[in-house]
């Protein structure tokens, strides 16, 4: 779906129009973080088929040539004939004649062919298997719990472009409301029912508003780049956000989503995997002086075979045992150091766990303060909006002045603002309360969950959740401006 969509977008000029869903979409494909934590799948998934390659023959074939220059050679002497001894009638002589026999040939040729096969292992091999299965399971949970993480940074992106537009808006309709009434008092002023003061100080607060304009004109930019940089999008692509930023219901109690992040935290799955990984790794410690059995089977096909000069083979079949039976304590010491790195860790899992819950905890206590705080900055700005309407209405009918309307303007400004940022601000407080239902925080500001685990292969980052999901709507009685 997002790979259409960017072609669509390419081909749109560059410019991006994304909801909040499409942003997310298109980060879990393109975003940096994600790209390398998926390697460390494929890392694993290598391990996996090297663990699995002891469970079968293991094939070579060899091949050589050796020239030998000089050729350790046997002289001896062999009776020819016999001659009579003419000296000595009834006589003979022997006659000898010398041969060499050479010990090897100048020209060598071979060719082999070995398969071995491991036999008994004492549960090393499919303890290494096993090992390296539950570590690309722990890797898999790691890389989801990353996605999780990405999930919650694109949202605050995101949320933070929504925050610093709204702003912008509302400045510019404050300005406009500043230039409204500066021409009422400027008009008053020439009717000579306004002082010089009134007029003066209504052009000072629209000139007031213009470098807040050019701030949040600059904010925006700055937003926009790290949303970008979010999707792996170049700085030079123009974007266009679709969604608004609005109030989203969430109903669900405390207890219920402690129980939900502690059965489905991904960071906690991840620990449980590495646990198996290291009582694993103490089993084939413990294995270290322990027996085991191979079988082999090789033919060698050479020339010089033997003394005579031409091809010929010959295989030979073997059975061996090997049983390193003391070792010096090497495996006693592995086995020992081994198994408290497996108790570390298990204590680890136990914090981990209580580390969730204060999470869980702290994060659902921040969303509720979030939620009073947006109620109130609501009732804010439908008391500053009456009260600012009122103020022009009583200096149309000269009951105030210009200053009191400036003073309501600027009241009223300052709320919508406020109520912005308590949208925003509960929108993101209720984003990490997702993530922390599913996996834990990089953050070292926050409370953190995700944790190292000494000893183990990897880190233990993560989690998962489902339920729980909040809902998409107004803000009961919901305050316009």
Known sequence: MTVFLLLYLLGAGNLYELT??????????????????????????????????????????????????????????????????????????????????????????????TVQQVLFSWGRLINNYKLAKHNLRSTDYDIEAKKEMIKESVKEAYYNCLLVRRYL????????????????????????????????????????????????????????????????????????????????????????????????????????????????????????????????????????????????????????????????FKTYGQVKSMEAQLRQVRYMRELQGKAIALEIRSLYRDLEAKEEALKSQRDNVKLARRAFEMAEEQYRNGYVSSLDVIDAEVAYSQARLSYISALHDYNVALARLERALKAGSESPSGTSAGMEMKGAPASAQGGSAAGAAPSHGQHPGGAGF
């Open 20 to 113: 909040l869903e499409d942003a997310v979409n298109m980060a879990l494909e393109r975003n940096l973080q994600v790209l390398a934590a998926e390697e460390s799948h494929n890392s694993a998934y290598g391990n996996l088929l090297q663990a699995r390659s002891g469970f079968f023959p293991q094939v070579s074939l060899s091949s050589s040539y050796t020239y030998l220059s000089t050729i350790q050679k046997m002289e001896t002497y062999h009776l020819v004939r016999l001659e009579p001894d003419p000296q000595n009638p009834g006589s003979f002589i022997p006659v000898f004649e010398k041969s060499e026999m050479p010990f090897g040939y100048k020209n060598n040729y071979s060719f082999g062919l």
């Open 169 to 328: 808006d509302v400045l510019n309709e404050t300005r406009k409301d500043l230039e409204e009434h500066y021409n009422s008092v400027k008009k008053r002023y020439e009717e000579g029912l306004a002082s010089d003061f009134e007029l003066l100080r209504a052009e000072v607060q629209l000139r007031n508003v213009e470098p807040q304009i050019k701030a949040a004109e600059t904010g925006l930019k700055t937003a926009y780049d790290a949303l970008k940089l979010q999707l792996n999008l170049p700085l030079d692509v123009q974007i266009k956000l679709k969604d608004t930023l609005e109030y989203r219901s969430f109903n669900a109690d405390l207890d219920s989503l402690i129980s939900l992040a502690l059965s489905e935290r991904l960071d906690l799955k991840s620990t449980d995997e590495k646990l198996e990984v290291l009582k694993k790794t103490v089993a084939i410690a413990r294995s270290g002086n322990k027996p085991s059995v191979f079988a082999q089977w090789a033919y060698q096909y050479q020339r010089p075979f033997g003394f005579e000069d031409k091809w010929k083979g010959m295989w030979t079949f073997t059975v061996g045992l090997q049983f390193p039976f003391f070792d010096g």
